[in-house]
């Protein structure tokens, strides 16, 4: 069974940055599209990036597209989020899930079945 992890968020100022990392365990990451998706209090949670199986697409909200770049490292069974130029906005908590369809992604969470605990992510002066 697919279990992920999420880590790095934390309190960071509007503009600057944060690594998120998303590292699975109990299966090889390669076989799933990884989304990473984001919740505000009292909003519902949105999908706002994505990446196929290869790491060779990527998608993005249009809410984070320039700002943030997915990427992954399948020797290591990791996903990264950088987020750059950090808003208030942004401040959310933050999940990574997998797509067990691993050949595109796509920004719809029905399609997500396995799911991390979630990183804050709290962007304030």
């Known amino acids: 069974q697919l279990q992920l992890v999420e880590s790095g968020g934390g309190l960071v100022q509007p503009g600057g940055s944060l690594r998120l990392s998303c590292v699975a365990s109990g299966s090889t990451l390669d076989r799933y599209a990884v989304g990473w998706f984001r919740q505000a209090p009292g909003k519902e949670r949105e999908a706002i990036s994505c990446i196929n199986g290869a790491g060779t697409s990527t998608s993005y909200d249009s809410s984070v597209k320039g700002r943030f770049t997915i990427s992954r490292d399948n020797t290591m069974n990791v996903v990264f989020l950088q987020m750059n130029n950090l808003k208030p906005e942004d401040t959310a908590e933050y999940y990574c899930?997998?797509?067990?369809?691993?050949?595109?992604?796509?920004?719809?969470?029905?399609?997500?079945?396995?799911w991390g605990q979630g990183t804050q992510v709290t962007v304030s002066s």
């Open positions: 899930a997998a797509d067990d369809m691993p050949r595109v992604c796509v920004l719809y969470k029905p399609r997500y079945h396995y």
